[in-house]
């Protein structure tokens, strides 16, 4: 295919683009700025704590260290299993939560094996004067936050704050910051004490310690104690200098009620009128917070012109979409799944070999030349130069994954750099869909959510486009566009894969086959399976396999009867399939889709340059080596990657024959040898992202066995 002309954009378009509204949107804020500390920097302020409690108690600790080197051993080892243990847990609790009862049982334990540990205090660490400040600054913090935060929505609500701060601050984020403060208020104390600096500079009792301690170690200078030492002896300089007390309450009348003032000079003449350092670290942290958290809410209204309230919220879904979760496939809680295994009983039931979609569109068709039919057959893209077609399929699991694909693929350009080569290629004029739009199963909620949703996204449909639709005369060309030969804008033709069949093919004959448009690309498909007459003699053919993984004899008939009266003998044809028949067929030793093989083989004999199939979720691709025998299929590709989750690729890692051909791979993602490295880590990482598999398969296999014990009545 060659590469696509592009034209530069007339200025005038340029310059009614740049619009006041433009402006104000790229000013204005997605969203409430979050007021939340990171949760690396609470456990880091903690571990701080922790190991360096207090100068007393480090001395303790490494004294001590040797006695007690086994018992901080179990404590380390009973920590890491808990962690082990309960991070499976952590924010995956099913409702009710009565059902989790796996946390709390964790948790009665570990603090059972805590209470049976030795005590801290007694291997040389004394927290009860550290803990008692701790909780004294933490609830005065917490009530000292939440009637600021009463009093700033109070403001809100009367107007005198902008309405960018509308949303409210979640109780945990509170809870978080004033363990935040107490902490670092706890750590200064630990390390510069309460105590006012007398101008003698005389020793207080916290150092004393410190100076019998030194002097029983003066003689060994390159001791780890000695280093120390000296640390503790820079330390001493820095809480002198930079953790001085602020003054005293003369020079504050008006807090001399309400402030706390530091213990007794360290000379022990009477008590001390200098206000205290911890109590200056925490108004110091007070004020820092509020002014934050005021300027943060302020900033986006300062910037821009006020909002109103549903304003806002349209505009918040605009600039954050709220796009589903990928499928939990093995949380066995979701209703879906179990829907889905009902739908494929019924649909195996009932509809393969009983009642065939297919057939029925077979039977609606209006042409009775099925080889001339407009339904079937499109040949409005012939005409052009050249053209660019994208191949995805798999779509409509995670809403996230699904929007990243359909955004590249809605970009005018994409530039890779290859090398020492830069590479352009343009937005494709066609977009072919290979099946399986939605998971688990095909329903309205699945279409619009997961597949729809994330694609109008990426890019929009036009102003005039209303998703109840439905579309009675296909194609509904644009208003000023005469035929579909002159439509210019991007274009999508889809087949069915095996999840779309699961309720008989209902769903993607509403919302593909009777819509037209999905995001901005326009349908002008009308069935299940379709044939393009593409430029330069290449053709698309889109065949439906169903459930079965073959064609019917009415589909197998029109594509015969194409490739006899429309399909000449140079021209070449693209194959489109939902499920790689050469590679699962060669997996399970199987042999499938006869009547695909016998219409490569026979009817198109060699004029099959390309198979294209999704169903497994990577990408891989094929390519015939040269040989004196006849070529069926000269290139094998599977793209499963449009959003779904990934399946491995070293399993058909030694694949090399079909259709009598040998073939070698050119390309695979993830590699083979990715893909075995991932393999081997799903081994563990299996358990904690799929607990509730274990959980609720453990009970149906306990269900079961134990309906099989013997029982005994007792006399």
């Given at each position: 295919?060659?590469?696509?002309?592009?034209?530069?954009?007339p200025?005038?378009?340029?310059?009614?683009?740049?619009?006041?509204?433009?402006?104000?949107?790229?000013?204005?804020?997605?969203?409430?700025?979050?007021h939340?500390?990171?949760?690396?920097?609470?456990?880091?302020?903690?571990?701080?704590?922790?190991?360096?409690?207090?100068?007393d108690?480090?001395?303790?600790?490494?004294m001590?260290?040797?006695?007690?080197?086994?018992w901080?051993?179990?404590?380390?080892?009973?920590?890491?299993?808990?962690?082990?243990?309960?991070?499976?847990f952590?924010?995956?609790?099913?409702?009710?939560?009565?059902?989790?009862?796996?946390?709390?049982?964790?948790?009665?334990?570990?603090?059972?094996?805590?209470?049976?540990?030795?005590?801290?205090?007694?291997?040389g660490l004394?927290?009860?004067?550290?803990?008692?400040?701790?909780?004294?600054?933490?609830?005065?913090?917490?009530?000292?936050?939440?009637?600021?935060?009463?009093?700033?929505?109070?403001?809100?609500?009367?107007?005198?704050?902008?309405?960018?701060?509308?949303?409210?601050?979640e109780?945990?984020?509170?809870?978080?910051?004033?363990?935040?403060?107490?902490?670092?208020?706890?750590?200064?104390?630990?390390?510069?004490?309460?105590?006012?600096?007398?101008?003698?500079?005389?020793?207080?009792?916290?150092?004393?310690?410190?100076?019998?301690?030194?002097l029983?170690?003066?003689?060994?200078?390159?001791?780890?104690?000695?280093?120390?030492?000296?640390?503790?002896?820079?330390?001493?300089?820095?809480?002198?200098?930079w953790?001085?007390?602020?003054?005293?309450?003369?020079?504050?009348?008006?807090?001399?009620?309400?402030?706390?003032?530091?213990?007794?000079?360290?000379?022990?003449?009477?008590?001390?009128?200098?206000?205290?350092?911890?109590?200056?670290?925490?108004?110091?942290?007070?004020?820092?917070?509020?002014?934050?958290?005021?300027?943060?809410?302020?900033?986006?209204?300062?910037?821009?012109?006020?909002?109103?309230?549903?304003?806002?919220?349209?505009?918040?879904?605009?600039?954050?979409?709220?796009?589903?979760?990928?499928?939990?496939?093995?949380?066995?809680?979701?209703?879906?799944?179990?829907?889905?295994?009902?739908?494929?009983?019924?649909?195996v039931?009932?509809?393969?070999?009983?009642?065939?979609?297919r057939?029925?569109?077979?039977?609606?068709?209006?042409?009775?030349?099925?080889?001339?039919?407009?339904?079937l057959?499109?040949?409005?893209?012939?005409?052009?130069?050249?053209?660019?077609?994208?191949?995805?399929?798999?779509?409509?699991d995670?809403?996230?994954?699904?929007?990243?694909?359909?955004?590249?693929?809605?970009?005018?350009?994409?530039?890779?750099?290859?090398?020492d080569?830069?590479?352009?290629?343009?937005?494709?004029?066609?977009?072919?869909?290979?099946?399986?739009?939605a998971?688990?199963?095909?329903?309205?909620?699945?279409?619009?959510?997961?597949?729809?949703c994330?694609?109008?996204?990426?890019?929009?449909?036009?102003?005039?486009?209303?998703?109840?639709?439905?579309?009675?005369?296909?194609?509904?060309?644009?208003?000023?566009?005469?035929?579909?030969?002159r439509?210019?804008g991007?274009?999508?033709?889809?087949?069915?894969?095996?999840?779309?069949?699961?309720?008989?093919?209902?769903?993607?004959?509403?919302?593909?086959?009777?819509?037209?448009?999905?995001?901005?690309?326009?349908?002008?498909?009308?069935?299940?399976?379709?044939?393009?007459?593409?430029?330069?003699?290449?053709?698309?053919?889109?065949?439906d396999?169903?459930?079965?993984?073959?064609?019917?004899?009415?589909?197998?008939?029109?594509?015969?009867?194409?490739?006899?009266?429309?399909?000449?003998?140079?021209?070449?044809?693209?194959?489109?399939?939902?499920?790689?028949?050469?590679?699962?067929?060669?997996?399970?030793?199987?042999?499938?889709?006869?009547?695909?093989?016998?219409?490569?083989?026979e009817?198109?004999?060699?004029?099959?340059?390309?198979?294209?199939?999704?169903?497994?979720?990577?990408?891989?691709?094929?390519?015939?080596?040269?040989?004196?025998?006849?070529?069926?299929?000269?290139?094998?590709?599977?793209?499963?990657?449009?959003?779904?989750?990934l399946?491995?690729?070293?399993?058909?890692?030694n694949?090399?024959?079909?259709?009598?051909?040998?073939?070698?791979?050119?390309?695979?993602?993830?590699?083979?040898?990715?893909?075995?490295?991932?393999?081997?880590?799903?081994?563990?990482?299996?358990?904690?992202?799929?607990?509730?598999?274990?959980?609720?398969?453990?009970?149906?296999?306990?269900?079961?066995?134990?309906?099989?014990?013997p029982?005994?009545?007792?006399?």
């Amino acid at each position: 295919m060659g590469k696509e002309k592009l034209h530069k954009q007339p200025s005038g378009r340029l310059i009614e683009s740049l619009k006041m509204e433009r402006m104000r949107n790229i000013l204005t804020h997605r969203y409430p700025y979050p007021h939340e500390h990171s949760r690396h920097f609470i456990i880091a302020v903690f571990a701080c704590w922790l190991f360096f409690i207090s100068s007393d108690n480090l001395q303790n600790l490494i004294m001590k260290l040797d006695k007690n080197f086994k018992w901080w051993s179990m404590y380390a080892c009973l920590i890491g299993f808990f962690y082990f243990f309960s991070s499976p847990f952590i924010r995956k609790t099913i409702k009710p939560n009565y059902s989790n009862f796996n946390r709390w049982y964790i948790a009665w334990i570990f603090l059972a094996a805590l209470y049976h540990l030795p005590s801290f205090q007694s291997m040389g660490l004394d927290l009860r004067m550290n803990l008692s400040l701790f909780l004294t600054i933490y609830i005065s913090s917490l009530i000292f936050l939440m009637v600021f935060h009463i009093i700033f929505l109070g403001l809100w609500y009367l107007g005198f704050v902008s309405r960018m701060a509308e949303k409210k601050p979640e109780m945990l984020t509170i809870i978080q910051n004033c363990a935040v403060i107490s902490i670092a208020c706890c750590v200064f104390y630990s390390h510069c004490g309460n105590r006012t600096v007398s101008r003698d500079k005389s020793i207080d009792r916290r150092t004393a310690s410190w100076i019998v301690f030194s002097l029983w170690t003066k003689h060994d200078d390159n001791t780890l104690i000695s280093r120390l030492l000296r640390m503790h002896k820079f330390k001493e300089q820095i809480c002198s200098s930079w953790f001085a007390p602020v003054g005293s309450a003369s020079d504050y009348p008006l807090l001399s009620k309400w402030a706390i003032y530091g213990e007794l000079s360290s000379n022990g003449s009477g008590s001390s009128n200098e206000i205290s350092p911890v109590y200056s670290l925490w108004a110091t942290f007070m004020g820092l917070y509020i002014a934050n958290y005021v300027i943060e809410r302020s900033t986006g209204w300062v910037l821009t012109h006020p909002l109103t309230i549903s304003e806002y919220e349209k505009l918040k879904k605009q600039l954050k979409p709220d796009f589903e979760d990928m499928v939990p496939w093995y949380s066995g809680t979701s209703t879906d799944l179990f829907k889905t295994v009902f739908d494929l009983m019924i649909s195996v039931t009932l509809f393969v070999g009983r009642f065939d979609m297919r057939m029925m569109q077979a039977a609606m068709n209006k042409t009775p030349d099925e080889a001339n039919s407009h339904d079937l057959l499109y040949d409005h893209l012939d005409g052009k130069d050249e053209l660019w077609f994208d191949f995805i399929a798999d779509t409509g699991d995670g809403g996230n994954s699904t929007y990243a694909v359909a955004r590249l693929l809605a970009q005018p350009l994409l530039v890779i750099n290859s090398d020492d080569s830069r590479l352009t290629f343009p937005r494709g004029q066609l977009l072919l869909v290979g099946g399986d739009l939605a998971y688990p199963n095909p329903s309205s909620f699945s279409y619009e959510r997961r597949f729809f949703c994330p694609f109008e996204y990426a890019l929009q449909p036009p102003a005039w486009y209303k998703p109840e639709h439905i579309a009675l005369e296909k194609p509904e060309l644009p208003l000023g566009v005469s035929e579909l030969r002159r439509y210019r804008g991007p274009q999508c033709f889809m087949i069915p894969g095996n999840h779309d069949w699961f309720d008989g093919l209902n769903t993607f004959i509403r919302y593909i086959c009777h819509k037209s448009w999905v995001g901005g690309w326009f349908l002008p498909q009308k069935k299940s399976y379709f044939a393009l007459k593409l430029p330069n003699g290449w053709w698309v053919f889109g065949l439906d396999q169903a459930l079965h993984g073959d064609i019917d004899v009415y589909q197998f008939k029109f594509f015969a009867e194409l490739c006899q009266q429309k399909v000449g003998e140079s021209d070449s044809v693209i194959i489109i399939t939902h499920e790689p028949n050469w590679l699962l067929d060669w997996y399970w030793g199987d042999s499938t889709g006869t009547n695909v093989a016998y219409l490569i083989r026979e009817y198109l004999r060699g004029r099959c340059k390309l198979r294209m199939a999704g169903d497994l979720h990577h990408y891989m691709r094929h390519s015939c080596i040269e040989s004196k025998e006849p070529v069926h299929v000269q290139h094998l590709l599977v793209n499963g990657c449009g959003g779904a989750f990934l399946h491995p690729t070293h399993v058909f890692e030694n694949f090399r024959v079909f259709y009598g051909n040998k073939y070698e791979t050119k390309s695979t993602y993830p590699s083979y040898h990715d893909s075995s490295k991932i393999a081997l880590g799903n081994i563990l990482k299996f358990r904690r992202k799929n607990w509730q598999f274990d959980v609720i398969g453990g009970f149906v296999y306990f269900v079961l066995v134990f309906s099989m014990f013997p029982q005994e009545t007792v006399p």
